[in-house]
């Protein structure tokens, strides 16, 4: 805890602080009288402003305390004695700043903020009338390099407001990063800072800029109590870890024989799903469950046989289960009884009790109150529901179970695998920042799949983050990011949900996707696990259904992130050999009625192996083989003979989805197949043919560009494209 008292600066002394750091203010002078202030007035050169300064002064402007656009030495002795009138004794000592009218059309807000979970953060936002229509901020944590504040710059909504504007230049952005990080650096100096607001930066007609006003506040710490430190998961090693996710043997503590319990259902899912390690159970009666002879206890298990407890028992007899298990060398433990951290200050307590004793015997606590883990390496589901995905290369963790549940039904759906799974429950001593830092080094895992709803340490968090995303892509879906889902998610984890726009800023310095939408984030994933990374932002739209064309080339045009690219000459010329006359000539490639004969896989790989192509979108998959289905449907399938055609169908459709696999890892490029079928018509041969190759069949094309323009800017990012 820290217990301070709060000082807010003056603004000359405010200035002071950030002109040593390189912030540029208007000209300005400060001045204790009236007449004083009239004849800096008349030296700066008119028109001025006046302000009353004082520590003790901070919101002059509610108060009335400044004059705008004075424009002679009598206005300006007038105002100078009307303000100084206007203080008062609780002011303390007074003084008049007289600075020059600076005018411009556009305002900037730059400042600092130290979160309680992330620390030192720049911000910057557009101010004046931007601010109130727009409320366009973004956050970056400090210390923040020049790089990192022009990128910081790019994710401000609204762009055109630094471009040209009614006659007047761009805003010198190279100069607006300079302040960035000149702000950043007064953070990091002096931690005493807890904010910093400079408001405004007006954007002179030329584009540059210069700073008018400013407020430093600082804190002053008496006493700061670090006991509370990362100390209680030093203990973990990948020891720990290879017990959970790939364990020896697993016992089933509180094994049921009533099919409703969570004692048999995981028992259940661990026999069903294939487990080939030694599978324990307990049972205080020694009943058999399925087909299991159960132990009284764990001590009656034998030695050195089970690295995994599952525990299904009720809170109260939890700490001696733990010891039990220590005395069994059992490294890794996942509770699912409720009643701990979400039930109360007892359940808080008991919590607090269950971490400190598992931190004392060395012991990998996962959970309490959480749904389980899953390890398709070692066909482990050791949950207390389903389902089971297939093996693949997507991990999960979430602090919501049921985001684990659901991401694991798409990889159903999907045919795109996952890794492991793990729902972190109530996170007493490991949760979101452990798994990523596991997750950074196992060798099971491409990509990292997350659902977060509270923060109870932003730096952990941070610092795991970037962790995981130097060696690997990391997709979040965060709830919380509105008032009502904040407290959703207080009630539901009981952590602290930082400011979303916060959030938002540490996500993109450490280069993690942040996505709203949970399909979209597994599509993403998906990406990332199924296809190589694209080079470059060039993507052409190949499609055998034009509207779909459309509403795909509408989503890259909106997002502004790949490249709609013009055909070149040689390769529309090429294509034009294969297709009809009337075909689009155009990116999106409308074939036209092509797909009727067999040249969609060649134009297909005209464009994949076009040097200049650095992405496909193939759309139209499974058209032919709908109505293949059709044909088998209806009741002339056995009188016309039309197994020919219904075969020739179905193959064309599998054909193409096997020529995109096979050219995608020919070339190095993305192929994305997208089809509505993949949802309305999983059993379609085409989108069959996409889940045989191991790809993600998307949903649609605007699924397909959503997720291939998440996939391009990390790799940019990464330097892996340019």
């Known amino acids: 805890m820290i217990n301070s008292k709060q000082l807010t600066l003056s603004e000359v002394t405010s200035k002071q602080i950030l002109k040593k750091f390189g912030v540029t203010f208007a000209q300005e002078s400060e001045v204790l009288s009236a007449k004083d202030a009239a004849d800096v007035a008349s030296k700066i050169g008119f028109p001025v402003a006046i302000k009353v300064c004082a520590n003790a002064i901070s919101h002059k402007t509610e108060r009335g305390l400044v004059r705008l656009n004075i424009r002679n030495t009598e206005e300006a002795l007038t105002a100078a004695n009307d303000l100084l009138k206007m203080t008062t004794k609780a002011d303390g000592d007074v003084s008049l700043l007289v600075a020059k009218m600076e005018s411009g059309r556009r305002e900037l807000i730059v400042g600092l903020v ?6 030192a953060l720049v911000m910057c936002g557009l101010g004046g009338v931007f601010a109130e229509v727009f409320s366009d901020i973004v956050f970056a944590p400090a210390p923040l390099s020049k790089q990192g504040a022009l990128q910081m710059l790019t994710r401000l909504k609204n762009q055109t407001a630094l471009r040209e504007f009614r006659g007047e230049s761009a805003v010198d952005t190279s100069q607006l990063g300079d302040i960035l990080v000149a702000v950043s650096n007064a953070g990091v100096d002096d931690p005493s800072i807890i904010s910093v607001d400079i408001n405004p930066v007006i954007v002179r007609a030329d584009g540059s800029l210069v700073a008018v006003d400013a407020l430093v506040v600082k804190q002053e710490p008496e006493s700061l109590d670090k006991a509370e430190t990362l100390e209680h998961h030093q203990h973990l090693s990948d020891n720990h870890f290879a017990s959970l996710f790939e364990p020896r043997g697993v016992v089933v503590v509180g094994a049921s024989t009533h099919p409703g319990k969570f004692g048999f259902v995981s028992l259940h899912n661990i026999l069903a799903s294939g487990y080939a390690g030694k599978i324990f159970a307990t049972n205080l009666e020694k009943a058999t469950v399925l087909g299991i002879d159960c132990l009284a206890s764990v001590d009656d298990l034998p030695e050195n046989e089970v690295d995994l407890a599952f525990i299904c028992t009720p809170a109260s007899t939890n700490l001696e289960i733990l010891r039990a298990c220590a005395r069994k060398s059992i490294r890794a433990v996942y509770v699912t009884s409720a009643g701990y951290g979400e039930a109360g200050d007892a359940g808080r307590k008991a919590q607090e009790e269950l971490k400190t004793l598992a931190t004392e015997l060395e012991i990998l606590l996962l959970g309490p109150n959480g749904q389980g883990i899953v390890s398709t390496p070692k066909k482990l589901c050791a949950q207390i529901v389903g389902p089971y995905p297939p093996s693949g290369s997507i991990s999960l963790i979430s602090q919501s179970g049921n985001f684990v549940s659901s991401f694991m039904n798409y990889s159903r759906q999907t045919k795109v695998g996952i890794a492991r799974a793990v729902s972190a429950g109530n996170a007493a001593q490991v949760g979101i920042p452990e798994f990523f830092s596991f997750y950074a080094n196992d060798l099971a895992t491409k990509v990292v799949l997350a659902y977060i709803e509270g923060i109870s340490n932003g730096n952990e968090l941070a610092s795991s983050m970037k962790k995981l995303t130097d060696k690997k892509p990391l997709v979040v879906v965060k709830g919380g990011s509105t008032d009502g889902g904040a407290r959703a998610a207080a009630s539901h984890t009981g952590a602290l949900a930082s400011d979303d726009r916060i959030f938002d800023g540490i996500c993109s310095s450490n280069n993690v996707i942040r996505v709203a939408d949970a399909e979209d984030a597994f599509d993403i994933a998906a ?22 064309g459309v509403v795909t080339s509408d989503v890259i045009a909106v997002e502004g992130v790949l490249n709609l690219m013009q055909l070149p000459q040689d390769l529309s010329k090429d294509i034009s050999a294969l297709l009809p006359d009337r075909w689009s ?4 490639v409308d074939c036209a009625g092509g797909e009727t004969r067999d040249t969609i896989a060649d134009v297909m790989r005209l464009i994949a192996k076009h040097p200049q192509v650095d992405s496909i979108i193939f759309l139209g998959l499974g058209i032919q083989s709908n109505q293949a289905r059709l044909m088998r449907e209806g009741s002339f399938y056995d009188k016309f003979e039309l197994a020919r055609i219904v075969h020739y169908h179905e193959g064309q459709d599998e054909k193409y989805a096997q020529v ?14 997208a089809t509505e079928l993949g949802v309305a018509d999983p059993n379609n041969p085409g989108v069959l043919a996409v889940q045989k190759t191991g790809r993600l069949c998307y ?10 323009s998440s996939v391009y800017q990390y790799a940019k990012a990464k330097s892996h494209a340019k």
């Open 114 to 119: 130290r979160d309680p979970q992330f620390g």
């Open 527 to 548: 990406t990332f696990a199924t296809q190589p990374l694209p080079k470059g932002p060039n993507t052409i739209v190949l499609t055998t259904v034009g509207g779909w």
């Open 585 to 588: 000539k155009n990116n999106p």
């Open 660 to 673: 995109a696999a096979e050219l995608s890892i020919e070339t190095g490029k993305p192929i994305l197949v």
């Open 699 to 708: 949903a649609n094309g605007q699924r397909a560009a959503r997720a291939l």
